[in-house]
């Protein structure tokens, strides 16, 4: 291994001799491998082995940043960067990075993770659990993530951390349009539960068969964690200060006010064990809990401390590489059961999963998002049908403000596209919320 | 050894590690990008993404290994990372791949002013003066974005079957997106705009005229704007929106990945089958191809990620379904070949089924003449928020530019148009197809990693008969 934490402060002496003001180095290390998996078999595992460098600075408030893949170029990198920050155009609203020396709080990762080097049986675990429910096909992705980051800046913040994670996405299928998902997610080797997420993925492709085609209207409905995931995602990356100055939130000109029903406390927390959890943010700011909605009242963005300046508060420490981005989102748990949510329900749906959400209009919140998977039909407290080929068409301010309950019990939850931020949520029960359809 | 030496060594050092076939990609990508948010210059990025991925195929098992230490060593632990899983990944199932000649060639997209050694200073300079223009309109504008993005792919690609291909690809974007308001009301509306080539892709767009045209429009909107109509009535859909339903629903369904349930637990499956060959899918109007070959795109490619030649898919012929985009894989799964639409993203991912430039093939109509033959429907120039579930069956596209036709006439503009239409039911309705002809940039998003690959789609203006609005 390099001496990658001499090689970020080297890149940070070398730019603020060359006149940077402000600098932040970055290494990163990937060592982490992969089983994808279909028709209940790999079809390829991937392992990654990548060390890069990462520099932003600031040079008379002009903004600049690099990749640098080639680490015997560092030094000729970062003459260029600076010489391309000259060439740049100053940003008023800059407003400096931390100021350290911090101190960080370390986690260990799992060193039984750590020298995982086979996911085989991870991965037949699931496949073998969802097939013993009933169901035909599987397709999915085994991850082991290991990552390390050695980070340096010109204002003292020196920190380095690895994390290491399992994570297991699978879809179980009983034909092309009975399907169940779930994932399993953990940061310890004896936390990670491969086959019950093949399990309940199998359990509800075979409670999904034959599914007949649903009709529009407004309904109550129980989220699966793995939807709620989702959902929260949207919450989590629209509270970022980036989003809000871009157009791109409902959140705009709303803090302190009511977002979401009282029952709703959302949470960005990179300190706490999860597979989003770190010790520092991308400028060295420790990581620390942000209750971004707290009983339904909108308490912050996500900044950081650029953003925090032009906002006059203080770093949450969310920085990313150019836009505050959430860690890992949590939402308080309630004190339902999903039974006793669906019994609750007289008219309406039961959704295990949605997937590809997008907007008509980021500052008012209309979205859409489809449904996938389970898709089932409550009426009277009793799930009487399965559907398929529908659409929830809402908006996300109304959407959290029809929160009725959450579920005891929270799971945490990171998929593809539509779950990037981990988050650890539980069922969900809104009411009046829209459903559409394609016609035909 | 030289990196291009090293990639030759690396797979030759598989084979004789036992992999029955092997691949090597060795990708230099130099980047620069900025964004102007708000009339601010946020951040301007420039980078070096460099690295190999070594791909095997060992006792019917396929492993991948990528790393960026690009030495003997460096590239021979690759070897050694991508025989172990593969090893570890066994399959009852053996994966085959086709036969393909192995190619020896070298391509370049040509620039008129080369794309990465034009300075910066004239390319920010080139936004910044769009910002300025559009300011000057003298709108509500809360928000407003400009990103460019300037990439230059050197890669060499080497296989066991004797393909060793160098190439050289440079691909410039721009996105804007603007908010105008307007009585505390809000429109929104943005734009991806590519091309492979050099700095002359700036002029090629016409940028400055399509951003202000678009923020006279959002306040045109605003101001005029009514509520979209609800019932069934006729729809013509510009260059944008054809583009946007050519990319979700012709050709995702038709990667043959999709169908064959390599991407079930992410991207999703397809309705189509493999036996769907020769169904019917839409009238006999509508025939939609992908194509890597046409010049000057973002997606232009002349050997695909596996050494496959680039061809003309079409994916849709006179209404029916007619081929699918396969790689060595999945065409040996299906009993034909590859039809090279096999593609990374990076040197770090594998190369998978993926589109290129996917349009709906002009015809002969004028756009005034779909337009003058319409007594109740709306003009669709553009779309906002769009979506369609993981078969690729049920679509939503929702109108950000539109207006009313009533009696062969352009009426007013109407606000939130919404079609929500199965796929069988958006081809089947359509009974013209246009002479026009525009180019929308994408990012395709698919596989796991997460690959967002350069795509372009698009289209001619189309004309849909009696489809439920509202």
């Known amino acids: 291994m390099g001496d ?15 006149g940077a003001d402000d600098v932040i180095a970055g290494i990163g290390v990937n060592r982490s491998y992969q089983v994808r998996f279909a028709q209940n078999e790999p079809v390829i595992s991937n392992r990654w082995r990548e060390v890069g460098a990462f520099a932003g600075m600031v040079v008379q408030k002009r903004v600049v940043g690099t990749e640098i893949k080639d680490l015997d170029r560092v030094d000729e990198a970062v003459d260029d960067l600076v010489a391309t920050a000259r060439k740049s155009q100053e940003n008023p609203q800059y407003g400096g990075i931390a100021q350290g020396p911090f101190e960080y709080k370390q986690s260990a990762p799992d060193p039984k993770i750590l020298n995982l080097t086979d996911g085989g049986d991870l991965v037949y675990a699931a496949i073998n659990a969802a097939l013993e429910e009933g169901a035909k096909e599987t397709a999915g992705s085994f991850w082991k993530y290991d990552n390390e980051t050695f ?39 004896s936390a990670f539960r ?15 068969k034959a599914p007949k085609q649903g009709e529009p209207g407004t309904y109550d409905i129980v989220f699966e964690p793995l939807a709620v995931g989702s959902l929260v995602n949207e919450v989590g990356s629209r509270a970022s200060a980036f989003a809000v100055l871009a157009g791109l939130s409902p959140f705009k000109d709303k803090l302190g006010e009511k977002v979401a029903s009282e029952g709703v406390t959302v949470a960005d927390d990179g300190s706490a064990d999860s597979l989003g959890g770190r010790s520092f943010d991308d400028e060295g700011v420790p990581a620390q809990r942000n209750t971004v909605v707290e009983k339904g009242v909108l308490q912050t963005y996500l900044h950081n401390t650029s953003t925090a300046k032009l906002f006059e508060t203080e770093t949450t420490g969310n920085a990313g590489f150019i836009a505050p981005e959430p860690h890992a989102l949590f939402i308080e748990p309630g004190d339902w059961s999903r039974d006793e949510m669906v019994a609750e329900v007289k008219d309406g749906l039961w959704v295990t999963n949605t997937w590809y959400t997008r907007y008509q209009s980021y500052i008012t919140g209309d979205f859409s998002t489809i449904p996938r998977d389970g898709i089932f039909r409550i009426e009277n ?28 019990e929270a799971q945490q939850v990171k998929w593809w596209y539509e779950v990037p931020t981990p988050s650890v949520v539980p069922h969900m029960l809104a009411r009046e919320i829209g459903i559409t359809r394609s016609a035909e | ?43 301007l990025f420039n980078g070096n993404d460099r690295g190999m991925g070594v791909r095997v195929l060992y006792d019917g098992a396929l492993g991948f290994a990528a790393g960026n230490d690009v030495t003997k060593d460096g590239a021979r632990t690759l070897v050694e990372d991508a025989i172990a899983i593969a090893k570890s990944g066994s399959r009852k199932q053996k994966i085959v791949f086709t036969e393909e000649p192995g190619v020896e060639a070298e391509w370049k997209v040509p620039e008129k002013k080369p794309l990465l050694d034009t300075p910066i200073e004239e390319k920010l300079e080139a936004v910044n003066h769009i910002d300025r223009e559009l300011t000057d309109l003298g709108l509500n504008l809360a928000a407003r974005i400009f990103s460019w993005s300037g990439t230059g792919i050197d890669k060499y690609f080497v296989n066991s079957d004797g393909a060793k291909i160098r190439s050289y690809s440079p691909r410039a974007r721009m996105l804007y997106f603007l908010t105008v308001v307007h009585n505390g009301d809000v429109e929104q509306g943005s734009r991806q705009l590519g091309y492979g080539g050099g700095w002359e892709a700036f002029s090629a767009w016409d940028a400055m005229n399509r951003v202000l045209d678009e923020a006279r429009s959002l306040q045109k909107s605003l101001e005029k704007g009514k509520k979209s109509p609800e019932g069934r009535m006729d729809l013509v859909a510009g260059p944008q929106v054809t583009g946007i339903a ?42 939609v191809v992908d194509d890597p070959t046409v010049p000057n795109t973002i997606a232009y490619y002349e050997y695909d990620d596996e050494g496959v030649k680039a061809r003309r898919r079409y994916l849709y012929k006179d209404g029916l379904i007619n081929e699918f985009l396969q790689n060595r894989e999945t ?40 337009i003058e033959d319409v007594k109740d429907g709306i003009y669709m120039k553009s779309f906002s928020e769009w979506n369609i579930d993981d078969k690729r069956y049920n679509g939503k596209y929702v109108g950000r530019e539109a207006y ?67």
């Not at chain 1, 407290?381 to 403000?401: A, Q």
């Not at chain 2, 030759?12 to 102007?36: D, I, K, T, V």
């Not at chain 2, 991407?263 to 509508?286: C, H, L, W, Y």
Request: proline letters at 3%; aromatic letters at 6%.
């Open chain 1, 4 to 18: 990658y934490a001499g090689i970020a402060e080297r890149i940070v002496s070398r730019a603020v001799k060359q």
């Open chain 1, 151 to 189: 980070l340096h800046t010109s204002n003292d913040a020196v920190g380095h951390q690895r994390s290491a994670s399992l994570s297991l996405t699978i879809r179980a299928l009983m034909g092309p349009e009975s399907s169940g998902h779930d994932v399993a997610c953990a940061t310890s080797a």
């Open chain 1, 194 to 208: 491969p086959e019950e997420a093949g399990r309940h993925a199998g359990e509800i492709a075979v409670l999904a």
């Open chain 1, 381 to 408: 407290g009793e799930v009487t049908e399965v559907w398929k080929d529908v659409r929830l068409t809402d908006n996300l301010l109304h959407l959290w403000s029809q929160v009725d309950g959450f579920g005891k």
């Open chain 2, 1 to 43: 050894m030289s990196e291009l030496d090293l990639v030759e060594w690396v797979v030759e050092e598989a084979r004789n590690r036992g992999a029955s076939y092997a691949e090597a990609r060795y990708e230099n990508q130099r980047q620069e990008q900025f964004l102007l948010k708000n009339g601010i210059l946020d951040v």
């Open chain 2, 246 to 287: 050519s990319h979700e629903s012709c050709g995702h369904p038709t990667e043959a990945d999709r169908i064959l349930g390599r991407e079930a637990s992410q991207a999703g499956k397809s309705f189509i089958t493999p036996d769907s060959i020769g169904d019917r899918i839409g009238s006999d109007v509508v025939t």
């Open chain 2, 331 to 370: 065409a040996s799964v299906l009993g034909t070949q590859s039809n090279g639409a096999a593609r990374a993203v990076n040197y770090n991912v594998e190369a998978i089924v993926r589109m290129a430039n996917t349009f709906v093939e002009p015809q002969d109509w004028r756009v005034e003449e779909m």
């Open chain 2, 404 to 470: 009313r036709i009533e009696n062969g006439e352009i009426g007013a503009p109407v606000r939130n148009t919404v079609v929500e239409l199965t796929t069988p039911a958006w081809w089947s309705a359509v009974d013209a197809v246009g002479k026009d002809f525009e180019f929308e940039a994408g990012f395709c998003g698919k596989s796991d990693p997460t690959q967002s690959l350069d795509a372009m789609l698009g289209g001619p203006t189309i004309r849909l008969r009696d489809v439920y609005l509202r």
